[in-house]
């Protein structure tokens, strides 16, 4: 017994080795295929993109001297604010190229022929910029050349080949994933991939969306994981959404990410609103670059699993 426990003891350790030299030789062989990383370039300014709760905040796009650097905001693709922004349209014409329209990142088979038409109606309306959150929506867009699309950061860009295949597929910008940490951030961020890549710095995190109804919870329930950390259950269109009850933020590393060559970040204030008490303490924080309490950077300093 003892000679066959010895036996595969070191059978075991003999096969270890043997899969860590092949795991370290296809790693070293994907890496020679990456594009080559640079010395970060520090941009001599940045620009911010605010994702707005609804049409109102649109008002705010008249308003010069609100935030020191440019700006533009990204409106949630609903029927109302649609509505919204076409009654508006001859206030609006300016400010065009300053509005991103955000694709929903679940559309449902029966309501993707009404999608298609309001994308057709608001490109015939001369507006071009839309952000996409799932793989699908790039068939919505088959005049690419007509298009500027960005990828949100449900399109999970968490390595350059990602970056590029985002772009291959139409789009002239990707975002970073939320789920993301500092050092694979830089190696992304070095390399060369034809585009600036944006980065999140604020949001509300859905960590999980489903069809399932859960009738016995409170709108608003919180709930505490095994991990300690606490979710809270917001139900809306039929469909159960659990958020992370501590926003994301990344308020006080912004110098470092300007130090890794990032000019452009996203603030998300779809559920604070623009111009709210909220939306204006989180846009003071991040202009100050100063941590914003009662919020995470989840992955961003603990690294990825």
């Known amino acids: 017994n003892e000679v066959r426990r010895d036996f595969y003891a070191a059978l075991n350790h003999q096969v270890e080795a043997a899969l860590a030299e092949q795991r370290s030789k296809r790693i070293a062989d994907v890496v020679a295929g990456l594009l080559p990383a640079l010395p970060p370039r520090v941009p001599d300014r940045t620009a911010l993109t605010v994702v707005a709760r609804g049409s109102r905040d649109l008002a705010s796009l008249e308003d010069q001297a609100m935030l020191p650097m440019p700006w533009r905001i990204i409106l949630p693709l609903t029927p109302a604010n649609v509505d919204a922004v076409i009654k508006q349209e001859a206030g609006l014409l300016a400010q065009q190229e300053r509005i991103l329209w955000d694709l929903p990142a679940l559309i449902f088979e029966g309501e993707w022929r009404s999608y298609q038409a309001v994308v057709g109606r608001l490109v015939k309306q001369g507006y071009c910029h839309f952000r996409l959150n799932n793989l699908s929506h790039f068939l919505l867009f088959t005049d690419n050349a007509t298009r500027k699309l960005l990828s949100g950061p449900w399109l999970y860009?968490?390595?350059?080949?990602?970056?590029?295949?985002?772009?291959?597929l139409?789009?002239?910008?990707f975002t970073l994933s939320v789920e993301d940490d500092r050092t694979n951030m830089a190696a992304i961020l070095a390399r060369e991939v034809g585009q600036d890549a944006t980065v999140v710095v604020y949001a509300p995190i859905d960590l999980i969306t489903s069809r399932i109804p859960m009738r016995s919870m409170p709108q608003g329930a919180v709930l505490e994981t095994d991990s300690g950390d606490t979710v809270r259950l917001d139900f809306e269109d039929g469909l159960t959404i659990a958020c992370a009850e501590r926003d994301f933020s990344l308020s006080g590393q912004l110098h470092e990410l300007r130090g890794l060559g990032c000019r452009e970040f996203i603030v998300d204030l779809s559920v604070a609103g623009l111009t709210s008490k909220r939306g204006s303490v989180v846009l003071a924080a991040l202009l100050a670059d100063e941590l914003l309490p009662d919020t995470s950077s989840f992955n961003?300093?603990?690294g990825l699993a």
Do not use: I, W
Not at 157 to 168: R, T
Not at 170 to 173: N, S, Y
């Open 157 to 168: 860009v968490l390595n350059s080949q990602a970056g590029l295949a985002v772009l291959e």
């Open 300 to 302: 961003f300093e603990r």
């Open 170 to 173: 139409g789009a002239q910008q």
